[in-house]
């Protein structure tokens, strides 16, 4: 009656390895560690980055725990911060402007864990240390520059209706286009509003002056705020990456904020260094006939800069094309040659921009150069052998795979849309996140202990089986937010907390179940069998309905509120595991094997 088939105690002494397993990580703890990441998409990280790190620490007579290559950085850990403090200054002076140098925490579990990607679980911003930013965007900006470009899409395409035009002129937030006639306004205005739908057109005349006002549509104007937060958005969440961060927070507060949550990051100043970053692209003619004087001042109207080789080149500061016009950018291979490229897909104003100056400009090099803070690089300079439309262009030179990938993702989304500034900066230390943490493992070892002594008083040897059920409940919760990488947050220790007090009522209504049956004088082997089954219904009701408030907490709450819905929703599902299938399995096994059971030590 009281025994489960011998399959049912594999399972759940699989269930209780893998929970033990993926717990285990939680428990070495972090080391501080310095992290080297390439700066722009011209550098990456390999086995040289590796070897030179490790020989700038060696002859500093430093020694880290570990230096390995992990992605696109080279991670040295450490066995205290000063040792990572110097590490980090030292690479910082050796290195250079080419490199990031951040400071980070890495865990300490054993290689045999990790490869069973065995990991411990993301702790918070309250509970890890690190640093919080709140970010505004300037969305006068971002309209400025929505304006500007319209200005000069409007320009190119009268020129190219071949429609006169006086000049177009911007005044605040309204653009100007001045016609000396009235045919050619109207002519004007009917192209205008066929391809900027997002303006309101208005005719005046003065002084003899024909002219139409252009003033963008509160429509329009919304649109443009949203995607440029969307875009910084975006932007925030690829730099971040080369940070290393694990589960960085980068969300939309309010119709122009960002908040920016950085766990585990100390280095406030690379952190904000970090996050101005921006990069974008420009197409410009090589200046043929003064390369000889590129190594002294360029000429007037024109910029030098480097390339992929080091070699300097001289470029005209005409502007053909900039990375605003870019609409995707994709890394692949040249199907001629087989090498890495980008591909880039331009929109409608730059295909028509990009035709016209490659059919101008036949048989002479054009620069792509690639900038990131305010220095550019040329990526590649080909010779133009035919005029190029459709709005495909293709980038090689000098590239890998990687290279390619990284270049396509700065394109893609490598410039904020409007400028940020930083209004509010907090740093989390280590210290405090500690102190978190050991208040919130106390808060519940002291619950636990609290909880198993009256269950243990009340219920006699049924006691000691629901703390050890409790005891497994809180091994599997720790596991699947390991497995799950789930980030744990003080919110987050509180719903462990409720967990465990949820946790042990259903195995109060079990063996309050079972104490009513003996009461009514049946077989104690027929009282726990009945026990078990009669308080399955109400302890899957109680939980069902818990589990509903818990979802709606995840979908409707954000930030906290989420990490603690999480938490709750898990351990509803472990707590129904542990306090009906191991807490029987633990009962069967002591009771379960005498077929004439005189009585049960359940108070």
């Known amino acids: 009656m009281n025994q489960y088939p011998l399959w049912k105690y594999l399972l759940i002494l699989a269930v209780l390895v893998v929970g033990v397993i993926y717990t285990l990580p939680n428990f070495y703890g972090e080391s501080p560690a310095v992290q080297v990441s390439p700066m722009h998409a011209g550098l990456k990280a390999d086995n040289a980055l590796l070897g030179r790190v490790e020989s700038i620490l060696k002859a500093a007579s430093l020694s880290p725990e570990l230096t390995e290559l992990d992605g696109n950085s080279v991670k040295a850990r450490f066995t205290d911060t000063d040792s990572q403090m110097k590490a980090k200054d030292l690479l910082v002076a050796q290195l250079g402007d080419d490199y990031v140098v951040?400071?980070?925490?890495?865990?300490?579990?054993?290689?045999?864990?990790a490869s069973l990607n065995a990991l411990p679980m993301y702790l918070g911003l309250d509970l890890r240390g690190g640093v919080h930013f709140l970010l505004q965007v300037d969305m006068k900006a971002a309209l400025n520059k929505s304006l500007d470009a319209t200005a000069s899409d409007i320009r190119s395409a009268l020129r190219e209706q071949n429609i006169a035009y006086s000049g177009v002129s911007r005044d605040g937030d309204v653009l100007s286009v001045r016609f000396r006639d009235a045919d050619a306004r109207s002519k004007g205005e009917a192209e205008i509003s066929q391809r900027f739908t997002d303006y309101a057109l208005n005719d005046k005349e003065e002084g003899g002056v024909f002219l139409f006002q252009a003033t963008l549509k509160p429509e329009a104007v919304h649109r443009i705020q949203e995607s440029a937060v969307q875009q910084n958005l975006v932007t925030l969440r690829n730099r971040v990456n080369e940070l290393g961060v694990a589960e960085p927070v980068i969300q939309q507060q309010g119709p122009d904020r960002v908040v920016v949550q950085l766990p585990g990051v100390q280095d406030t100043a690379r952190a904000k260094d970090i996050l101005g970053r921006t990069a974008t692209l420009e197409v410009r003619m090589v200046d043929e006939a003064n390369q000889a004087v590129a190594g002294a001042q360029p000429p007037f109207g024109d910029d030098v800069f480097r390339d992929r080789s080091g070699k300097l080149m001289?470029?005209?500061?005409?502007?053909?094309?900039?990375?605003?016009?870019?609409?995707?950018?994709?890394?692949?291979?040249?199907?001629?040659?087989?090498?890495?490229?980008?591909?880039?897909?331009?929109?409608?104003?730059?295909?028509?921009?990009?035709?016209?100056?490659?059919?101008?400009?036949?048989?002479?090099?054009?620069?792509?150069?690639?900038?990131?803070?305010?220095?550019?690089?040329?990526?590649?300079?080909?010779?133009?052998?035919?005029?190029?439309?459709?709005?495909?262009?293709?980038?090689?030179g000098s590239m890998d795979a990687m290279e390619a990938q990284n270049t396509a993702l700065?394109?893609?989304?490598?410039?904020?849309?409007?400028?940020?500034?930083?209004?509010?900066?907090?740093?989390?230390?280590?210290?405090?996140?500690?102190?978190?943490?050991?208040?919130?493992?106390?808060?519940?070892?002291?619950?636990?202990?609290?909880?198993?002594?009256?269950?243990?008083?009340?219920?006699?040897?049924?006691?000691?089986?629901?703390?050890?059920?409790?005891?497994?409940?809180?091994?599997?919760?720790?596991?699947?937010?390991?497995?799950?990488?789930?980030?744990?947050?003080?919110?987050?220790?509180?719903?462990?907390?409720?967990?465990?007090?949820?946790?042990?009522?259903?195995?109060?209504?079990?063996?309050?179940?079972?104490?009513?049956?003996?009461r009514n004088g049946i077989t104690p082997q027929a009282a726990i069998h009945a026990g078990y089954d009669r308080a399955f219904g109400t302890i899957l009701d109680s939980n069902v309905t818990t589990f509903i408030a818990g979802i709606a907490l995840f979908m409707f709450g954000s930030g906290p509120i989420k990490g603690f819905a999480v938490v709750l929703c898990l351990g509803i599902m472990t707590s129904m595991f542990s306090a009906v299938l191991i807490s029987r399995a633990m009962v069967n096994l002591i009771y379960g094997r005498k077929a004439r059971l005189a009585k049960v030590a359940i108070g």
Request: zero cysteines; aromatic letters at 4%; hydrophobic letters at 50%.
């Open 314 to 396: 001289l470029v005209k500061k005409q502007v053909i094309l900039t990375g605003d016009r870019i609409n995707d950018a994709q890394p692949g291979f040249d199907s001629r040659t087989n090498e890495a490229a980008v591909h880039i897909n331009l929109d409608g104003v730059g295909a028509r921009q990009f035709k016209d100056a490659t059919r101008e400009n036949v048989g002479k090099r054009m620069a792509i150069i690639l900038f990131e803070k305010g220095k550019g690089e040329i990526v590649t300079a080909p010779v133009i052998r035919e005029e190029i439309g459709g709005g495909r262009v293709q980038i090689t």
């Open 102 to 113: 951040a400071l980070n925490l890495l865990p300490r579990s054993p290689q045999w864990l």
């Open 410 to 518: 700065l394109l893609r989304a490598g410039a904020l849309a409007a400028p940020m500034e930083i209004i509010e900066e907090r740093t989390v230390g280590p210290s405090l996140g500690a102190e978190n943490i050991t208040r919130g493992f106390d808060s519940t070892k002291i619950g636990f202990i609290m909880v198993a002594i009256f269950m243990i008083a009340y219920y006699l040897m049924f006691g000691v089986i629901s703390v050890l059920s409790l005891g497994a409940n809180l091994l599997l919760l720790i596991a699947l937010l390991s497995m799950l990488q789930a980030t744990l947050t003080l919110p987050g220790m509180a719903g462990i907390a409720l967990t465990l007090g949820m946790a042990i009522d259903a195995n109060v209504l079990i063996n309050e179940r079972i104490r009513e049956e003996l």
